[in-house]
Structure formats: C-alpha cells, structure tokens
Antibody, heavy 119, light 110 residues
Framework: QVQLQESGPGLVKPSETLSLTCTVSGYSISSGYFWGWIRQPPEKGLEWIAVINHSGTTYYNPSLKSRVTISVDTSKNHFSLELTSMTAADAAVYYC????????????WGQGTLVTVSS | QFVLTQPPSVSAAPGQTVTISCSGSSSNIGSDYVSWYQQLPGTVPKLLIFEDSKRPSGIPDRFSGSKFGTSATLGITGLQTGDEADYYCGTWDNSLSAMLFGGGTKLTVL
C-alpha cells in the first residue's frame, strides 16, 4: 500500500523559508509517476503548488514559481518543498500526493501538515 | 479567482440525484483529462473519478463523471448523508503548464 507522510515545522516566521519533506513508503519514487504538493488554506479550496518526477522534471504553479522549489531524493525515497518569503497568506494545510503523469490525477495523498505563519 | 468554475454549493434530499458542474476552457478541460475529489469534513481529499469518467477501485458506481467540450460533470445518485462533503474538479492546463483545481462545491444532503 502506497503511503505518503509529510514532515516539517508547523510554525514559520514571516519572511522565512518553509521546508517540507514527503516520505513515500510502499512504492519506489524511482519506479515512476510524478509527485506533488498541494495546499489548502483554512476554510478554502485546494491550490496546486508543484510536481516533480524521479528524473527531476518539474512543473510549478505560475503564481508561486518565483518562491517555490521542489526536489526529489530517490535514495531516501522522498521529495521536498521549499517556499521562501512566507507570509500569512501561505498559512495552510500542505499535502503531498502521488500524481499519474499524463492523466494528471492524484491517487494517493498524505495526511497533510498544518503550517502556521506567525512571529 | 479559479480558472475552473464550480457552483459553491448544491443540495438535495437523501436518495435523490445531484450533479456538480466544472467549467473550463479549451486549454484545460477541452484538451486534458478531468479528475474529481471528495473531501469529507476534516479529512484528506480522496480521488473519486479519474480520466473524466473512471472510478478507482472501491468507489461505488453511484458516482459518475462525464465531460462534454470544456465542461465536466460529477453525478451522484442515491444520495446519502455520508456524501456530504466538498467536491473538487481538477485538470491540467496546457497553456499554463499547471494543474488546476476548481473552487470546490459543498454538497448538503438535506
């Protein structure tokens, strides 16, 4: 069974950089698929952030592209997200998920991690 | 503002049928697959429909998806109180090279 688990700080100060990692179990990232990040501000809808595959091909949300970096470490079977210059508007539950490339659907999701932005 | 437009809310009585629309454009729905997600209160989004109309294993056939042109529709028959959730459509936009999600539709089963 494919499982994804987000890890990272629950609290980030304004202007700082958020770093999150998604550890995958039950499936080798090197075997294929894309892997992505989605966030959901409190009481709001889903916002797509970025995706990456095992070879490092990336796609980013145009509105976040200048602040976001997604990376993959196949040796550790995890992928990561960095979001710079955090503001209150970036407070959200951050989900990682497995993505079927080409068909672009998200079939396995992590439990999500709540990130608060406050000094 | 979401590029994929969904009604904010829909409601129906138990046992009835409801449809949720998702409207896009030729660069997204019109040229790529649509997926649908169900998010029960306080839970993680769950894949409901992929590739416009296919159901993952374990999803009951009360849930169906269809697409025509630049619009997609999620249908739910035999509504149950347990279907109360937020529903999101998603698709790739070939002009933006980005994934899009609709704004979400809150389903209330009266």
């Amino acid at each position: 069974q494919v499982q994804l688990q987000e890890s990272g700080p629950g609290l980030v100060k304004p202007s700082e950089t958020l770093s999150l990692t998604c550890t995958v179990s039950g499936y080798s990232i090197s075997s294929g698929y894309f892997w992505g990040w989605i966030r959901q501000p409190p009481e709001k809808g889903l916002e797509w952030i970025a995706v990456i595959n095992h070879s490092g091909t990336t796609y980013y949300n145009p509105s976040l592209k200048s602040r976001v970096t997604i990376s993959v470490d196949t040796s550790k079977n995890h992928f990561s997200l960095e979001l710079t210059s955090m503001t209150a508007a970036d407070a959200a539950v951050y989900y990682c998920a497995r993505v079927m490339g080409g068909s672009d659907y998200y079939d396995y999701w992590g439990q999500g991690t709540l990130v608060t932005v406050s000094s | 503002q979401f590029v994929l437009t969904q009604p904010p809310s829909v409601s129906a009585a138990p046992g009835q049928t409801v449809t949720i629309s998702c409207s896009g454009s030729s660069s997204n729905i019109g040229s790529d697959y649509v997926s649908w997600y169900q998010q029960l209160p306080g839970t993680v989004p769950k894949l409901l429909i992929f590739e416009d109309s296919k159901r993952p294993s374990g999803i009951p056939d009360r849930f169906s998806g269809s697409k025509f042109g630049t619009s997609a529709t999620l249908g739910i028959t035999g509504l149950q109180t347990g279907d109360e959730a937020d529903y999101y459509c998603g698709t790739w936009d070939n002009s933006l090279s980005a994934m899009l999600f609709g704004g979400g539709t809150k389903l209330t089963v009266l």
